[in-house]
């Protein structure tokens, strides 16, 4: 069985920084993908960017490039997402996601249809 667990959210200041943690556990092999995704209290999840673990690439929206970064360790069970810059307008519920066709990130990585598991979300609360 699949399984994602997000963690690391928490409560920053604007302009700090934080990472996320999404432990990947459950795939047949280590040739997956993962999707960050968020959603701000009265608004649709949005999607941030996603990271094939197998090097095929990474892949961002246009809102999250510059601040937002994803990678994978080496062991291939986790995926990060470090933000920077934070701003208040980031404050959301954020998600990781996996499609379960193995491979590279879905060409529409920023769709949540793509997407087949889900974490259980961490909150990120960023304060003015």
């Known amino acids: 069985e699949v399984q994602l667990q997000a963690s690391g959210g928490g409560l920053v200041q604007a302009g700090g920084s934080l990472k996320l943690s999404c432990a990947v556990s459950?795939?047949?092999?280590?040739?997956?993908?993962i999707g960050w995704f968020r959603q701000a209290p009265g608004t649709e999840r949005e999607g941030i960017g996603c990271?094939?673990?197998?090097?095929?690439?990474?892949y961002y929206t246009d809102s999250a490039k510059g601040r937002f970064t994803i990678s994978s360790n080496d062991a291939k069970n986790t995926v990060y997402l470090q933000m920077n810059s934070l701003k208040p307008e980031d404050t959301a519920v954020y998600y990781c996601?996996?499609?379960?066709?193995?491979?590279?990130?879905?060409?529409?990585?920023?769709?949540?249809?793509?997407?087949?598991?889900w974490g259980q979300g961490t909150q990120v609360t960023v304060s003015s």
């Open positions: 996601a996996a499609p379960e066709v193995a491979g590279d990130c879905p060409g529409r990585f920023d769709s949540l249809d793509e997407y087949d598991y």
């Open positions: 459950g795939f047949g092999g280590d040739d997956y993908s």
């Open positions: 990271v094939s673990s197998s090097g095929y690439g990474t």
